[in-house]
C-alpha cells in the first residue's frame, strides 16, 4: 500500500524507507517555534537538560506576540527571559516587537517554514503551515525543550482522514467556512490524533490565504495536522516567501500516493457552502449565517492566526468601504503582521476601517485568547474571526464568542447584530 | 523524581470537551508558577475546585479531555492542585503528550469515565492501569501505554530521558 503525504515526510525525517499510522518514531525536525506564553517553560526546562547551546541556532523561532506588546509587568517579565535566552544563544529568528507578527502568518510570510519540512511549535495553532505541505503540528513546552537540544522529536503516525473538495466558493465565502462547516459535521473530537488531508479538484480555487485558515483550525476538530498538496500557487507564496533569505536550504515536495490508506474519505463540494458561524461554546456548534437570527453584538475581532491575512482584511474592507460601524459596537482589526498591515495601509484598507469607526491594532494575539486589547466583559457578546469560542475564551466566563469569517464579522459590525455580507452589500 | 504507582483519593467528576482554556485561563498565563497556576485551575467551571481540592484526590472526565491551546501550564495546574492522576474517556492528543512528558499520570478508560461519580473514593493502580472505585466496588482496567511512552513515564518525564540520552551520547 502507498503513503499519504504525512506519512512520506515523516518517514523521510526518521531515515526509514516508510511507516504506518500508529508506529511510533523519533524524527528530525526542520523548524521549531515558540511564543511568549511556552517560551518561558521551555526555557526552565532546557535549562534542566545541561546543555549550554541549542541545536542550530537557525532553526528555532521565537515569537512573542500573545501578551505583546507587554500587558503587564508579569508579561513584560515573560518576554524579557525569552528576549534574553535569545540573545544568549544567538537564536536568529527571534522577533522583536516592530518586526513581530502573529506566529503563524509571520512564519511562512518570511520563508522559514517550507514545503515537505517536519516542524513542531509550542502553540496549538502550529498546524497552520500545513497549507504549504508540511508536516506540521503542536507540542507543549517541553517538546519544544528538548527539541532545542536535540533538533528531534518523537511522534505516533497518525491515521488520515482524506477531505475532497470539488467546485468553487460562491462570493463572500472563504477558507473559514469550509473548516467551520467540516468541524461542524465531524465534530470537535472528529480527527483525534490524525491528519486531516485536504485535496481535490477544488483545492486550485482557494487562495493561500484560504488554506491557512483551513489548515490552521484542524486542531479545532483535534487534528494533529492539517495538510495540503504543494501546486503552483504554493510555490508562487514559498518563492516570494524565501526571498527573506532566513533558510538556507531548499524544500522538497511530497505527495499522497493514489493507493495510500484513509480511515475516511469525505467529499464536499465548494459551490454548496454558505457562510457558516459557529455558537458558544464549541467550534463544533456550526450553523449557516441564514439560520442565526437577531444575536445581537457588542464586539467585532477581526484577526488572528486564523484570519489576520491580507486576503481577509480586503473582504473586511470591501464590505465596510463607505458605511459605520453601528453605534454602540466595537469593531476591532487586527493586521497579523507588520508586512501585512503595511500592504493594507498602501491599499488604502486602513483608511477604510478607520472612517467606519473601527480601530486598528498592532499585530497581537491579543483578544483572540482573551489576554488583552479587548476583554469582554460579563454578558458581552463578540462575533470574532478566530478559532476558539470555549468558556471564558474572550474573557469573562459569561461572556460569549461567535466564530465567523471577516466577511460574516465585517457585515455583523455594521448592523450590529450577527448578519450575512448579503445583508449589508 | 518517583511517582507513587498507588494512588488513592476522592474524585472531581466533570464532562466531556473539557479545553484547556478552562482548565487554566489565558488571563492567568503570564506566570509560570505551578502553584499560582493550581489555584485558578478549572475556575471558570468549577470555582470549588481549587479550594475543595486535596493532594492525592483524582479528576474523572469524559472525552477530548484537554482540547484546545498547548499550554503545558494546565497539566502543571492540575499536578499543582494535589491531583495525582487524571482518568478520562479520551484525551486531545497535546494535552495527553504533555501530560506524559511533565510526569502527571493519566489513564485512558471509557468505562471507568462513565461508571465512577463525582465524590467516590477511587483507587488506581499505575503499574497494571487498573481502577477500583472503593464507593460503587467496581473494577476498571485502562489502556495500557505503548513500550516507548511507558519509557518516558519511567524516566519521570521527558526531560530526564532527554538528560540521559545526551550524556550517554557525550560520554
Known sequence: MGMTISEKIMAAHAGMDSVKPGQLIEAKLDMILANDITAPI?????EK??????????????????????KDIKSAEQVKMVREFAARMNISNYFEVGEMGIEHALLPEQGLVLPGDLIIGADSHTCTYGALGAFSTGVGSTDFAC??????????????IKFVLHGKLNRWVSGKDVILKIIGDIGVDGARYMSMEFTGDGIKNLSMDSRFTIANMAIEAGAKNGIFPVDDLTIQYVKKAMESGRRKDSYKIYESDPDAGYSRVIEYNLDNIEPQVALPHLPENTRPVSEVNDIKIDQVVIGSCTNGRLEDLRVAAEILKGKKIKKGIRCLIFPATQKIYLDALKEGLIEIFI?????????????????????????????????????????????EVYLASPAVAAASAVLGKISSPEEVI | MEEKLKLKGRVFKFGDNIDTDVIIPARYLNTQDPKELASHCMEDIDKD?????RPGDIMVAGHNFGCGSSREHAPIAIKASGISC??????????????????????????????????????VDLK?????DITNGKKFKAQPFPE?????????????KTKKELEAKNV
Open chain 1, 42 to 46: 521551555a526555557i526552565r526546562e532546557f
Open chain 1, 147 to 160: 527539541a532545542m537540544a536535540t533538533g528531534k522529536a518523537w511522534f505516533k503516525v497518525p491515521e488520515s
Open chain 2, 49 to 53: 475546585f481549587a479550594p475543595k481540592v
Open chain 1, 49 to 70: 537538560l545541561g546543555v549550554d547551546r541549542v541545536w542550530d541556532r537557525d532553526r528555532i523561532s521565537l515569537v512573542p506576540d500573545h501578551f505583546t506588546p507587554n
Open chain 2, 128 to 132: 497494571n492501569g487498573t481502577i477500583l
Open chain 1, 355 to 399: 472612517e467606519a469607526g473601527a480601530a486598528v491594532s498592532t499585530p497581537t494575539c491579543g483578544p483572540c485568547l482573551g489576554g488583552h486589547m479587548g476583554i469582554l466583559a460579563k454578558g458581552e457578546r463578540a462575533i470574532s474571526t478566530t478559532n476558539r469560542n470555549f468558556i471564558g475564551r474572550m474573557g469573562h466566563k459569561e461572556s
Open chain 2, 86 to 123: 487524571v482518568i478520562a474517556a479520551s484525551f486531545a492528543r497535546i494535552f495527553y503528550r504533555n501530560a506524559i512528558n511533565i510526569g502527571l499520570p493519566i489513564l485512558e478508560s471509557e468505562e471507568a469515565a462513565r461508571e465512577i461519580n463525582e465524590g467516590d473514593t477511587v483507587e
Open chain 2, 148 to 160: 516507548f511512552m511507558q519509557e518516558i513515564i519511567n524516566a519521570g518525564g521527558l526531560i530526564n
